[in-house]
């Protein structure tokens, strides 16, 4: 049985643009994240080269119909409401009928789904192998394989990818991770990371600069932070010499506080609304924690260091490590006077983080900055000199190359992709538990304090990653896709995906034949040649990059 009918068969790819895409995906602008950047940062790249892409994704908001980005960039913004996360409900054929007037009409070739969490990229990926379309899919999340809705989701990806002519993922942990869920052979499945736009991450020029960024943030400047410091050392010195009298009992008080503070962080847990926060208020209020005193016994003795800036900027979820940090924070602002924590993004775990600083009295040392723009972020990533990210799962996790690439000494928890990311030098790795997040931070702020080059380091990550890089080795992905010598006929598609599983095999058949059957009746209904094609966005000689990816 022939996979396309003659009118619904994908064009050929005009001379003048060798792949014509349609990236699809659940997950893009509006909204912000590692998969909308890449989404983002690939089309343009391709563009700039000479091909033409279009992106499906679900509306936000007002956000509707068609809409036109940067370089022509085409996005159908279609009529479905996300459930969750936004990811939209999964169904069996409703998206299948504006899918293929939106193939027909911007003549389409290759279909490219993003994200296993996208319900719309999967069902965009197995309605274009209905229709005859090949299909690439790229896999941006590891997933586990004991609880219930991963292995839901696997049996899913395994019968989906089971058809798709090329799969992608992120880092070779992605891959093994992928390559396991979904019995796929390990050779149709290529590597190509994420990268950075490293133009859009320098280091600041001057620390002028850095104090009018650090204004519009709302926050002290490094230099305003550095006075507070200095006052608040000052203070702790004349008071110490005054409260000679009292040696005793604070002697006696401060280690009780500390040792209850490292069984805690050995503990590893932190609860919103507990009565015995870590350090209790007496050791955080005030720039300096009113109690820290730069040194690690809290003694006041020694002198406090150069002023440092621990920066974290991502969603404020559990899987990013919240709790880690919650537990971490007033810990280090007890041991080290001379540091404070800027943390910028939202999400549910912001209320334990809020409840942390309240009840240590970290409001001085500690800005939770709320959602930022990613236009904004290096102006977040300029105000420090480490950067932590404290997640308990990452493919690749693109937020630790913006923060190299900004200067910044990235520490990071040892989960999935992360030790493929960035060199030692530049990235400290520890276990996802209180003990070794604590641990790896005091190790960079030594070297921190110690100085460091951000702009040979920033020169060095401009040099291992670069978008044109990834479109290129992603070019190569298509082209093999297209070059793909399986047949597309229903029956040997069939013979694909009944190995899915006993169940799921012949379950997913069923479907495969209805799909089938449905896609048949829609061309009877509207023919192909009845679609209108859309004009191609002008191109005036010379307004592409001159750049070529090969």
């Not at 404290?390 to 900004?406: D, G, P, Q, R, Y």
Request: hydrophobic share 45%.
């Amino acid at each position: 049985m022939a996979a396309a009918g003659a009118g619904a068969a994908p064009a050929s790819p005009p001379p003048a643009l060798r792949h014509r895409i349609l990236m699809v995906s659940d997950f893009f602008f509006p909204n912000f994240g590692g998969v909308e950047n890449h989404i983002y940062q690939l089309a343009q790249c391709l563009l700039a080269a000479g091909h033409k892409v279009v992106v499906m994704t679900h509306a936000y908001g007002d956000c509707t119909g068609v809409r036109y980005l940067t370089n022509g960039l085409k996005v159908y913004y279609i009529p479905r409401r996300p459930i969750y996360a936004q990811s939209t409900m999964p169904t069996l054929a409703g998206a299948m009928r504006l899918l293929r007037v939106l193939l027909v009409r911007e003549r389409v070739t290759l279909v490219h789904a993003h994200q296993a969490f996208s319900a719309l990229g999967i069902e965009a990926l197995v309605h274009a192998r209905t229709m005859g379309y090949k299909a690439v899919f790229t896999d941006h999340s590891l997933f586990g394989f004991a609880d219930a809705s991963s292995i839901a989701t696997n049996k899913l990806l395994k019968a989906a990818l089971a058809d798709a002519n090329a799969v992608i993922c992120v880092s070779h942990t992605s891959r093994e991770n992928t390559v396991l869920r979904a019995c796929l052979p390990p050779a149709r499945v290529s590597v190509i990371p994420n990268a950075v736009d490293a133009s859009d991450f320098e280091p600041a020029r001057d620390e002028s600069e850095v104090a009018k960024l650090a204004a519009g943030l709302g926050i002290p400047s490094p230099q305003e932070w550095a006075q507070q410091v200095e006052t608040a050392a000052a203070e702790a010195k004349g008071g110490a010499s005054l409260s000679s009298r009292g040696d005793g009992d604070a002697a006696a008080v401060a280690p009780r506080r500390s040792s209850r503070l490292r069984r805690r962080v050995a503990g590893g847990s932190v609860q919103e609304g507990e009565e015995e926060h870590a350090g209790g208020p007496a050791n955080g209020a005030g720039p300096t924690g009113r109690g820290g005193s730069g040194d690690a016994d809290g003694s006041g003795d020694a002198r406090p260091g150069p002023p440092l800036t621990v920066v974290a900027l991502s969603r404020l979820v559990y899987r990013k490590g919240v709790d880690l940090l919650a537990l971490v924070i007033p810990e280090v602002c007890a041991r080290h006077a001379n540091v404070r924590f800027v943390i910028g993004g939202d999400g549910p775990k912001r209320r334990l983080l809020e409840e942390v600083v309240r009840r240590a009295g970290l409001e001085g040392r500690v800005s939770l900055l709320g959602a930022v723009p990613h236009e904004r972020a290096r102006d977040v990533l300029l105000q420090g000199q480490v950067f932590v990210n404290a997640s308990l799962t990452e493919a690749f996790c693109m937020a630790i190359v913006e923060a190299a690439s900004a200067g910044l000494l990235v520490v990071s928890t040892r989960v999935g992709g992360v030790p493929e990311v960035l060199p030692p030098d530049m990235l400290l790795l520890c276990e996802p538990s209180a003990e070794g997040l604590l641990a790896a931070l005091e190790e960079a702020l030594a070297l921190a304090a110690a100085g460091r080059d951000p702009r040979a380091q920033h020169e060095r990550v401009r040099a291992m990653y670069d978008w044109n890089d990834v479109a290129a080795r992603t070019l190569r992905v298509y082209d093999a896709a297209m070059s793909d010598p399986r047949p597309d006929g229903l029956l040997p598609r069939l013979r694909r995906c009944v190995h899915a599983g006993p169940w799921a095999g012949p379950l997913w058949c069923c479907v495969l034949v209805l799909l089938h059957w449905w896609w048949r009746l829609l061309e009877w209904w509207t023919p192909a040649e009845g679609i209108e094609r859309a004009p191609d966005w002008p191109r005036p000689p010379g307004s592409l990059s001159q750049t070529r990816l090969a």
